[in-house]
């Protein structure tokens, strides 16, 4: 039966690698464009591998995905485990890189130990999850429980599809997550997350005559990142970048500001942004002065966290309408004053992150720009005390600009020492692995406590894999490790009887 799906179209980078059950669904699943908000395809894709295999399958209206399996191997009437992973991808590409991510497969890469993809994120967050699963799906001979496999849409971006999925369609109420990034530890605990949306009226004006002279101010070479991996390591903020440099062009000077776009996504760490800046001809001089000194200070501040950071200004087409000068300053304003960053670290778990803020993305709208931010944060209490923070900042700037939360208000999951699950599994890892597993308590948001608390799902852990620079176009995974967790996780849910 596992032989007899359709798969997309791949090119065979993998072949040679092992497990082959599982990177044979990896390199499938490259295959089918699935950005946040285009799921479907990989979906239904996901319906057809479990009906091919007769087990039962469900896609609800935003491309969530539930299938089920009983149990085999003398664990058919032992209590049901829920696996879980998400479908969606960020879409990230390197500069100068032309690509598609709505309609073009992810060119993969092997380099030694590593699968990259060539010049734009990999997906292995969290395609490489999603394999183990599939891999597990399609086994006929693994003895385990009956398994209800939850594919969640859209967690990249603000966890929406897990917060509407109708959670009373599942039996189990212990679940294992591989939406981890290293194969050292089990994730035993989290933090949670809320996104929200600022929008501010751009109270449009057509730019005058004499500003005859357009230039395309750009902020490239960031590094970018994970929200909450990378959100310590003090890496520059494009849209941050970008509105400081706006403020320092606009000073003074009758400059107007139009097509303000930057970031992938609200929980990448922004690598790139611009905006086009229409000016007197003879302000270009002084213009390209300010531009040169914020470049060199740049590249103090950022000497170590992000050394190739740089500020530009380019040739560019002439645009009809702007912002209004008054709506530009305030843009600038918000988005310098918005926190992001770390916010608070933890005083009971050294080392972590409490609380940080990611502003991921600004889009132009029909009535002016959308700033797209997350919160992460151990605390509940602390998520909301900053979001009421970012709130208080908005009614101050005024001009109609308003903000709402965006998505799931994803809880936090608390660490239980006395987890069933973790036990049976750090055995199963000194079993196979020859070596005493990290219980990992995280600053990342994953959608643990979603389920913990909806279901309730009274037990889950986290497996996870090495990947590196998640959410950026140098984002990889140790195909080698994934050769050590496969074992695993077949010996963990062998054992949950």
């Known amino acids: 039966m596992s032989d007899t799906l359709p798969v997309p179209p ?34 239904d894709w996901v319906v057809e591998f479990a009906r091919a295999r007769g087990l039962e399958a469900v ?36 500069e100068g890189v032309e690509f598609d991510f709505v309609t073009e497969p992810i060119r993969l890469l092997v380099d030694g130990d590593f699968i990259t993809a060539d010049g734009t994120s990999l997906g292995a967050d969290n395609g490489i999850g999603v394999s183990y699963i599939l891999a597990l799906l399609a086994d006929d001979d693994l003895p385990h429980p009956p398994l209800e496999a939850v594919l969640t849409a859209m967690e990249e971006k603000g966890k929406v599809g897990a ?51 357009a230039l395309r101010l750009q902020v490239r070479g960031l590094r970018g990142g994970h929200c909450e991996f990378d959100i310590q390591l003090e890496r520059a903020n494009a849209l941050q970048i970008l509105a400081r440099a706006v403020q320092a062009v606009t000073a003074g000077r009758d ?48 000497d170590l966290a992000d050394p190739d950071v740089r500020v530009e200004l380019v ?45 991921g993305t600004v889009r132009p709208t029909d009535d002016g720009l959308r700033l797209m931010s997350t919160i992460t944060s151990a605390l509940t209490s602390r998520k909301h005390e900053l ?36 036990a049976v599994a750090s055995a199963a890892y000194r079993d196979v692995l020859g070596a005493e597993p990290s219980v990992e308590v995280s600053q990342c948001s994953l959608e643990l406590g979603m389920f913990s608390r909806r279901v309730p799902v009274a037990d889950i852990i986290s497996i996870g894999t090495e990947l590196h620079a998640l959410h950026s176009p140098a984002e990889k995974v140790n195909h080698r490790s994934v050769a050590r967790v496969w074992p695993l ?3 963990v849910v062998s054992r949950l009887g």
């Not at 090119?11 to 799921?39: K, M, Q």
């Not at 107007?256 to 000016?279: C, H, K, T």
């Not at 080392?351 to 502003?359: G, I, M």
């Open 59 to 94: 896609k609800d209206e935003v491309s969530c995905v539930l299938v089920r399996k009983p149990g085999q191997g003398g664990l058919e009437d032992a209590a049901p485990l829920i696996l879980h992973g998400h479908l969606d991808m960020v879409c990230e590409k390197a």
């Open 163 to 213: 917060g509407q999925f109708d959670t009373s369609q599942l039996r189990g109420r212990r679940m294992i997550d591989f939406n981890w990034i290293t194969d050292q530890e089990i994730l035993a605990g989290c933090s949670g997350d809320v996104t929200f949306t600022v929008d501010l009226p751009g109270e449009f004006q057509a730019v005058p005559a004499s500003h005859s002279r």
């Open 315 to 359: 040739e560019t087409a002439a645009v009809e309408r702007s912002l209004s000068p008054v709506a530009a300053r305030r843009f600038a304003a918000v988005t310098l004053l918005i926190p992001h960053g770390v916010v608070r670290w933890n005083l009971h778990v050294p080392d972590r992150v409490e609380t940080s803020n990611n502003l």
């Open 10 to 43: 791949t090119t065979g980078v993998l072949d040679d690698l092992e497990p082959r059950e599982v990177l044979r669904w990896f390199e499938s699943l490259a295959g089918i464009p699935r950005g946040s908000g285009n799921e479907s395809a990989v979906a």
């Open 489 to 491: 996780v077949r010996s």
């Open 387 to 422: 979001f009421d923070r970012v709130k208080a900042l908005v009614d101050l700037a005024g001009g109609g600009a308003r903000i709402e939360m965006y998505g799931l208000d994803a809880p936090e999951f608390p660490y239980r020492p006395d987890s069933e699950l973790l």
């Open 255 to 302: 400059v107007r500001v139009s097509d303000v776009v930057g970031g992938a996504q609200n929980n990448a760490i922004p690598a790139d942004a611009e905006a086009v800046l229409s000016l007197l001809p003879g302000d270009e001089e002084a213009l390209r002065a300010v531009v040169a000194d914020l470049q060199r200070d740049l590249a103090v501040e950022y």
